[in-house]
Structures are given as structure tokens and as C-alpha cells.
């Protein structure tokens, strides 16, 4: 598993098959939550983070097809399409709309565990290989930051106060732009679950770096809030040479 206990929301309408999956996932180290419909995914992906997404296409309301492209657009969360039918045009169909795996029913849940494993494994190898980590600086939208002397500028070139703690989290955005983060990863990215930490905390300072970089804190654009539970950088961000490497 990518993580000790992975947070898995099952959406499927058929309550036998809900309470298959949840068993046996809960059984391999998961915590899953189920609903029925596209609605009680909305709120249960609000009110909770959510590390993998099973998603059902044959829903009653609005289809499974349709609640992945709808997610897709607003978050990274992988999704594993279920359906009835197994015809490859349905899988592609789903593949298309952003699904990370496709599994036809009826499946055995060892190969549902099997894929989720796989899937999870991914994202996290993505997620650790990016062109910007490990740079010295790091630019974006004109701003700059310099990883070594730990300065924000401004596209003027002034210099921006920061706290270690907020130019620690900027960071950690810039290194993994266009991904959408949770609180409790950043704080392990960030403060590495130190005594004191909690998940709010990322919230304050969120808020206190929109205020430094955002055109209007009140409409954040560069930092976004993410339904799923965290926070997406949306800006592209380029490595670039340190002050003291330039000419």
C-alpha cells in the first residue's frame, strides 16, 4: 500500500457488493467509506479525505461516467471504474474520462486489492518524481524563490517576508505543482509529524501565503482549495538558477 491505512470511497448502488468490497478492503488494512449515488459522494468527499476513489458506472442519478470526468477536473484523486459490462468500449470510454483502472464485474476482490495496490503505486511514483524538486530555485508567474538563501521575491524583484514554516509549505507547493495535497501530507512534507502539529495549522498558513501572493486572497486562484480535503498549486513552475548562479 501507498500508505498504512489508504481512505477508499466506495460508490456503488448495490448494497451486497458495497458491503463485499468494504469488508474485505477493511480487512486489508483499508478505511472505507460507502455510498450509493453521486450525491452522497459529494459530501462524503467534502467531509473526508479521500486516497482512492471506486466508483460504480451503473448508478441510479447520474452515471458513474459522468461523476468521473466531474471529479477529474477538480482533483488527482485515482479512480477504479466498476461495471457490468465488460465490453472494451466501456473501458475505454471510462479511460477516457479519466479513470486510472477499469474492472468488470463480477470480479474477485483480491484483484479489486490487487489493483488499488497498483494504482496507489503509481500516483505515489509520480507524485515523487518532478523536474523542480531538488532545484535550487524555483519560478513562477515571475515570482522566484531561492530554495538555498530560503528568500521569496516578488516579479518585481522585492523581497517578501516569509516564516520558515510558510516558505517550508510555498516550497513544498512549487515542488509539486499541479497535484492536489492534503493537510496531513503536507504536514508530513513539511513539519514531518512533529509534537504539536494538526492538520489546521495548514490551513493558517495557506492563509497567510495567499495574502503574500494571490492577486485577491478572497478569490484564490494560485492556491486552491480542493473538495477532497486539501490544496491544489495551480500555477507551472520552472527550476532555475540560484542569485549567486546567474551572470
Known sequence: MAQASPNILVVEDDRET???IAKYLRTNACNVTTVADGREMA????????DLLILDVMLPGEDGLS???KVR???QTPIIMLTARGEAVDRIVGLEMGADDYLAKP???RELLARINAVLRRRDAAWTASATEGATALSFLGWRIDVRRRELRN???ARVAMTSAEFDLLRTFCERPGRVLSRESLLDLTQG???GSFERSIDVLVSRIRRK???DPQQATLIKTVRSGGYLFTPTVEAAAAANDRS
Open 67 to 69: 461523476l468521473c470526468r
Open 73 to 75: 477536473a477538480e482533483s
Open 213 to 215: 501572493i494571490e492577486p
Open 193 to 195: 509529524r512533529n509534537a
Open 18 to 20: 458495497r458491503a463485499l
Open 107 to 109: 470480479f474477485n476482490p
Open 43 to 50: 459530501r462524503a468527499m467534502t467531509d473526508h479525505r479521500v
Open 155 to 157: 516579479p518585481a524583484g
